[in-house]
């Protein structure tokens, strides 16, 4: 869950296949200039807030292929209020926008969760659809020959391909229109299936929002907007960077995993994929597999150096009694030692 120091009572969470995602530090954030007051400028602050570090989140979660996701939202009591209500716009790869406002009946709500998760289009004609998120692939071409047209319109894609980003605005009021959004019922893909590796210019983009095709819906309606400030500038801005596991590990944001040493005794899973680790090798330690069997190997290895010297003790007595011994009469014993 992503919160900012600065506005306590507000935080956003992406939700994969339902489960919270992990959230990574940017490991560029010490990289980023200074606050100054260009940049405070684009953010509706409280007087005296422009010094201040800039309510501003950037996160990297784990996507994975395929899979459902939906932005949620939450305001908490605790909020501090500065205007009627709030409302927020998340940007999916920079291309489409969703307006979500705080829902009220003429009063200020304390608690709000809001979830997105699809958008719906269509029209009259031919009715309206809902269209849920989900990851999907991108593929990257490498050494694409691209004309120069070309080349600056996928860069301009992939500055924001791979983002979710939700801004924060404070409102006087919004209010519902009458009017309906028609468009085409089937809303074309976000971002690109095919990207060029030097459109990317380092960054490990593979992956982007495309859509699942739903039942049918109620049709979307206008909402009428009235910001606070005069700008429609946000307040705040929570920015979740996706990639699937190998684009964190290929931009430093997570390491690549450590090999995991399994019994090789134990039987493999019907689907060829090992399930259960025994131990994550750690500074040169063995596995309790491992020293199961050098434990076994060292008694193994102590009972046989015990088993030489008994035989070794065996020969020697034999050897003696390999000698031709007779007792004579007074006694004494006589030993042949000659060569048969």
Same mark, same amino acid.
């Given at each position: 869950m992503a919160i900012t120091p600065s506005i306590p009572g507000l935080s956003v969470s992406v939700k994969v296949r339902g489960i919270t995602a992990f959230e990574y530090n940017d490991p560029d954030a010490e990289d980023r200039p200074a606050v100054t007051p260009d940049l405070a400028a684009h953010f509706d602050l409280p007087p005296g807030a422009a010094n201040l570090p800039l309510p501003r989140v950037v996160k990297y979660i784990k996507a994975e292929p395929n899979a459902l996701f939906c932005v949620q939202v939450s305001k908490a009591p605790s909020f501090e209020r500065r205007s009627h209500h709030i409302a927020y716009e998340l940007q999916l790869? $920079?291309?489409?926008n969703i307006f979500e406002h705080e829902c009220y009946d003429g009063r200020p709500l304390g608690l709000w969760i809001s979830k997105a998760d699809s958008q719906r289009s269509g029209n009259q004609t031919n009715g309206y659809k809902r269209h849920k998120f989900v990851f999907s692939a991108v593929s990257v071409i490498e050494g694409a020959s691209l004309s120069q047209e070309a080349l600056k319109e996928q860069t301009k894609l992939s500055e924001c391909c791979g983002t979710l980003k939700v801004l924060f605005y404070r409102m006087d009021w919004c209010l519902v229109g009458q009017n309906v959004i028609a468009g085409p019922v089937n809303p074309p893909d976000l971002g690109p299936a095919e990207l060029s590796e030097k459109a990317l210019k380092g960054k490990a983009i593979d /992956? #982007? #929002? @495309?859509?699942? #095709?739903? $039942? @049918? /819906?109620?049709?979307?309606k206008t909402i009428l907007r009235g910001y606070s400030d005069p700008s429609r500038r946000p307040f705040a801005v929570f920015e979740f960077r996706y990639r699937f596991q190998e684009g964190l590990i290929r931009e430093g944001v997570i390491p690549r995993p450590i090999p995991i040493y399994v019994d090789e005794e134990d039987p493999m899973p019907a689907d060829g994929t090992w399930q259960r680790p025994i131990h994550i090798k750690e500074e040169n330690r063995p596995v309790p597999a491992v020293r199961a069997k050098q434990e076994l190997a060292d008694a193994q290895g102590r009972r046989g150096l015990k088993r030489e010297a008994a035989e070794e003790a065996e020969a020697k007595s034999r050897a003696r009694s390999d000698f031709k011994e007779r007792r004579l009469e007074n006694g004494r014993v006589q030993v042949d030692l000659t060569d048969d």
């Open positions: 790869d $920079g291309q489409r /992956c #982007t #929002t @495309s859509f699942v #095709t739903e $039942g @049918s /819906c109620n049709a979307p």
